[in-house]
């Protein structure tokens, strides 16, 4: 007898563990968003309307994506990718047009289609991870030539900086490690990108350096409120940053402006902390119920916070562990791809999930400064989870179609 | 790993790559086991120091009874309403998206415009509920603010003290509004006002912690502590235990929900020795002088037998819910008057020459001296001189013969002092008030009685003259009592030589039996002397006491009461300053039935005419009223004690 798998060519199946902790995570992400939410949708909302199920509508549109997205082959699907590189780029251009692009907290991300706002940022992550697999995956003597190291650079910077001018700065830095570890696993000499990485670090230095020390003429022009979140993460007084000219009631506001900025990290890192190894049981949440967590973010970017308090250590690392299922799962259907383009696209998603999941939790227990990415399948709103499930939707086809017959 | 055995030996990449994340979720599992672990205490201390508020609240106070179980100081439910802050936020807000919308404030009138908004819906409630109490209601701005900044959390009380009738127009309304509570809440109440007002004594606002107690509060209700009279001496006891109550307050500051953390353990009640009837009596008695209400005097009523104080009165007296409140100026300068001074407990914390009424230990001295025959007769000049040329002490009663009888009945200065120069006199005198203990504090309530002064025999000793003497015998001079100690004084007359240590508090008992307080019992007739004197020296000087009251030209004969022997002695003791007589300290002090004492009344009228005239009716209507009370309630003499 051969191998019994290889007879059931005519079923070739997705991977069920990956959708186990899928599924797992979306039941966590509407049970805590529920939870995050009750205390301020008032017992008389309709349940139409409440967050947690427009979040478990989302999660079905989601799935229907994901599997429509498993039944072509990766392979016809990379023909059209520049197509969908093209369109992200395009509408990551309309979002900047005054008129088009919603403003939300003094960015403009999002395109308000009424019934849904697209944030074209998160699908300009898909559409990047796909023309770049594809680029890259052609044969690897092609790409010690520097031309296309420069064009595989180029790829990443234009969808990098046109995310930077919303701003969005979150959403832009995640492309860096996603396409680096897409640029390393499709074979890019290591030379080239000691390079990058090294030239990249040196200027983040600076940069960093320069918003923090510098005296105010040199300083780099970077959002106000970009620069108070890198105050804030290294615990640096606004007062220091103020003009020189600055009269004691603009000090003083500058002070409250700390306060209040800093309030969301101390909250989040409350609510972590008070969970305890057990935590205080699903809507038991103080912290949440009594808004000392701000309820603008505590059921997207501060999610992490609520399950942390409610479950605890052990509720954590399960969450977590859920995740590192798909990563390592992902490596495997990476390392078992068929093909170069495969293992590029399994690579991308996977690197990207983890982005996210590192910077989001991270930021929740002070080790990232806040940004405002998403924590996948957990944060409520609509673009990521699409975005999430249809990344995950990639990787099931590229393990579907593993093998050559 | 499971992943790495499936990753092909060579994919160096793949590998690293699974490194790296595999790094990532171990820093991430750690810095959770950090903060959710390690550090968990330290996040859960400031979640409930941000979330929680304690507020101290004060035990019901126990109550003061007389020795039948009256309720002198009680507490009574008093109705407020109290308005929730929490439940009118949305309103705030509302209102103040109404006037940014009309005003368009700039940046720095913000805070104001909220403010106003804030204080709009507030005082739209006071009107409405004015309306409904027909009563306005009114809710100063200032301090609306201060209650909003400082005391968020707690509710604000805008209209105390609730009629009966607004009690139950406020319930009859069909639609509350919101945020709005009606409470109850225990305040003292002295249910017959100004009775024995001085012994029950007054409050003062004091919402500090007490021993046992926690120390830390983010608020505290109004508490009271006892500043005078038995609410300080037993205020600890009377007090209970505050408890504490945790509040829960949201990211606002505003309440969500409350709980006791520590009921409140309330306070003992304390019962005294006073009758509430004969303290009436007394005091009904007191105000009959010419004086009227504005008498300045005290009064006693003793057990001979045992020292229980009946009834204590101190004369002007004061209003004891005043101090519950604030006290208007008016009030303030009644109650400061530097004549009147109404909040002096004179029965023990002023002290007077005795004057005459001393004369009935000056006696003792004489007789226990063996110096003294009571049949002999004395001529007096009508003055007492000790030499020619010294400064003669004049004497009101006429010139004449005189025997003890006949010098008690007249109250005559030269007879007494004139014994009281006799050899071995001034000795026993000087021991009699030591064994009264005159010059010494009673204790009744401490830091509140003064001690007197009586001379020792060291003072004797040195720098002491034979006018000294002469005063002393007379109740002038180096001699200060209070109305406390010439009721002991009496007693000891009276009962045959003991001195008792006089007695106000019988019994202090928790009213919750789970109380921490333990029930503390005083014992009565507890011995504090005896006079050492001769059982019929002491006949001699009660039958003299009787003759005063008894004979038709005694002075002390307006105390006569049909039905009751009373023995007695007047006294009107002169206040000199400066060589001159500025005032004069009237007396009477009796005791009755002279067979079997069983009362002492002292009367002590300030600034009176004599004694005789002005202490000794006071004492007669208070006999007469002490026999119709046991009349009516067909009690004896000894049930009735």
Redesign the interface.
């Given at each position: 007898m051969e191998n019994p798998r290889a007879n059931n060519r005519t079923a070739p199946t997705i991977d069920w563990s990956i959708m186990a902790a899928v599924l797992c995570l979306m039941v966590f992400g509407a049970m805590f968003i529920y939870s995050a939410r009750f205390a301020t949708e008032g017992p008389d909302m309709a349940f139409y309307q409440r967050q947690h199920f427009k979040q478990i509508i989302y999660y079905a549109l989601g799935l229907g994506c994901l599997g429509a997205l498993c039944i072509t082959d990766y392979r016809i699907m990379s023909r059209y990718s520049y197509v969908a590189y093209w369109l992200a780029i395009l509408s990551l251009i309309i979002v900047l047009i005054p008129i088009i692009g919603a403003v939300r907290g003094g960015a403009r991300r999002w395109i308000d289609l009424g019934f849904f706002s697209l944030q074209p940022s998160e699908f300009a992550k898909l559409a990047l991870i796909l023309a770049l697999a594809n680029f890259l995956s052609r044969p690897t003597d092609e790409l010690r030539l520097p031309g296309n190291f420069g064009k595989a650079l180029g790829m990443v910077a234009l969808p990098f900086f046109l995310i930077l001018m919303e701003p969005d700065l979150g959403s832009a830095l995640v492309l860096i490690p996603v396409s680096l570890a897409m640029m390393y696993a499709g074979n890019i000499p290591t030379k080239y990108l000691r390079r990058l990485v090294g030239g990249a670090s040196i200027v983040v230095t600076l940069l960093v350096v320069d918003i923090l020390v510098a005296p105010a003429d040199w300083r780099v022009p970077i959002e106000d409120y970009q620069r108070r979140r890198l105050l804030v993460y290294f615990d640096r007084p606004y007062q220091d940053f103020a003009p020189p000219n600055a009269t004691p009631a603009e000090l003083k506001r500058a002070r409250e402006k700390q306060i209040n900025d800093s309030y969301n990290v101390k909250q989040a890192l409350i609510s972590v902390g008070s969970g305890g190894l057990t935590g205080n049981g699903w809507r038991q949440g103080k912290q949440n119920a009594l808004g000392y967590l701000p309820r603008a973010v505590s059921h997207n970017d501060f999610i992490f916070s609520v399950l942390a308090e409610e479950i605890g250590f052990i509720g954590s690392v399960v969450v977590i562990g859920l995740y590192a299922v798909i990563f390592f799962i992902g490596i495997r259907v990476a390392a078992q791809a068929r093909d170069r383009l495969g293992r590029l696209v399994a690579v991308g998603v996977v690197t990207l999930l983890f982005s996210h999941v590192f910077i989001n939790i991270g930021m929740n227990i002070r080790l990232m400064p806040v940004t405002g990415v998403p924590l996948p399948l957990l944060s409520s709103g609509g673009s990521f989870t699409l975005v999430s499930l249809l990344a995950i939707g990639l990787l099931q086809n590229v393990h579907r179609h593993r093998r050559s017959y | 790993?499971?992943?790495f055995d499936?990753?092909?030996r060579d994919?160096r990449?793949?590998r690293?790559?699974?490194i790296i994340?595999?790094a990532?979720?171990a820093?991430?599992?750690t810095?959770?086991?950090y903060?959710?672990?390690v550090?968990?205490r330290?996040?859960?201390a400031?979640?409930i120091g941000?979330?929680t508020r304690t507020v101290r609240v004060p035990a019901v106070r126990g109550k003061i009874l007389d020795r039948n179980g009256i309720a002198l100081a009680d507490n009574r439910p008093v109705f407020s309403l109290d308005l929730y802050l929490a439940e009118l936020s949305e309103q705030f807000r509302a209102n103040y998206r109404k006037l940014k919308a009309e005003y368009r404030p700039t940046r720095d009138q913000i805070e104001h415009v909220q403010r106003l908004a804030r204080f709009q819906v507030v005082s739209n409630i006071a009107h409405q509920v004015g309306q409904w109490l027909e009563a306005p209601v009114t809710i100063d701005e200032q301090e609306f603010h201060n209650h909003f900044i400082n005391l968020r959390a707690l509710p604000l009380s805008i209209v105390d003290h609730l009629t009966l009738d607004q009690v139950a127009r406020f319930s009859e309304q069909p639609q509350s509004l919101p945020g709005l509570d009606l409470r109850v809440a225990p305040r003292r109440v002295y249910p017959y006002g100004s009775t024995a007002a001085h012994l029950i004594g007054i409050m003062k606002r004091d919402d500090s912690s007490m021993e046992n107690e926690d120390a830390f509060f983010h608020y505290r209700l109004p508490d009271w502590r006892g500043l005078t009279g038995i609410e300080s001496r037993f205020d600890s006891e009377m007090r209970g235990l505050a408890g504490t109550r945790s509040i829960?307050?949201?990211?606002?500051g505003y309440q969500?929900t409350n709980s006791f953390l520590r009921e409140p353990d309330p306070g003992a009640s304390v019962t005294l020795t006073i009758d509430l009837r004969v303290q009436m009596i007394a005091e009904r008695a007191m105000r009959s002088t010419e004086f009227g209400d504005a008498v300045r005097g005290s009064v006693l009523v003793m057990d001979p037998r045992n020292g229980d104080i009946l009834a204590m009165v101190s004369a002007p007296t004061y209003d004891p819910h005043v101090f519950l409140g604030r006290i208007s100026q008016e009030t303030f300068r009644l109650l400061n008057d530097p004549i009147a001074r109404p909040q002096v407990n004179r029965a023990i914390y002023n002290h007077y020459h005795p004057g005459s009424i001393f004369k009935m230990i000056t006696g003792l001295a004489a007789l226990e001296a063996g110096q003294l025959n009571p049949a002999v007769e004395v001529y007096n000049p009508g003055y007492w001189q000790w030499k020619e040329g010294t400064r003669p002490i004049k004497d009101l009663a006429a010139p004449g013969m005189y025997d003890l009888r006949r010098a008690f009945v007249k109250s005559s200065n030269n007879y007494f002092i004139r014994h009281a120069m006799l050899p071995g006199v001034l000795d026993r005198l000087i021991t009699l008030g030591e064994r009264l203990h005159f010059g010494k504090k009673s204790h009744l309530i401490p830091g509140q009685d003064v001690p007197g002064n009586y001379p020792t025999k060291t003072d004797i000793r040195a720098g002491w003259g034979p006018g000294d003497t002469a005063n002393l015998s007379i109740g002038q001079g180096a001699i200060h009592v209070t109305p406390l100690q010439v009721a002991t004084m009496t007693s000891a007359i009276a009962n045959g030589g003991t001195v008792y240590w006089p007695r106000v508090a019988a019994k202090i008992e928790p009213n919750d039996p789970e109380s921490h307080i333990q029930p503390l019992y005083y014992r009565p007739a507890q011995i504090r002397d005896h006079l050492g004197a001769s059982a019929s020296n002491l006949e001699i000087i009660r039958q003299a006491m009787r003759a005063d009251v008894h004979d038709s030209d005694g002075t002390g004969k307006a105390a006569l009461t049909p039905g009751l022997t009373v023995g007695g002695k007047t006294g009107t003791a002169e206040v000199e300053k400066a060589g001159k007589i500025v005032d004069k300290i009237t007396w009477f002090t009796s005791f009755a039935p002279v067979e079997a004492p069983r009362y002492v009344v002292v009367v002590m009228v300030e600034s009176g005419e004599f004694g005789g005239s002005t202490c000794a009716p006071v004492a007669g209507i208070i006999y007469r009223e002490l026999i119709k009370l046991e009349q009516s309630t067909g009690l004896s003499l000894s049930q009735l004690n």
């Open positions: - | 790993m499971f992943i499936q990753l092909k994919d990449e793949l690293f790559l699974a994340m595999f990532g979720c820093v991430l599992i810095g959770l086991w903060i959710q672990i550090s968990s330290h996040f859960e400031d979640l941000q979330a829960t307050v949201n990211y606002l969500t």
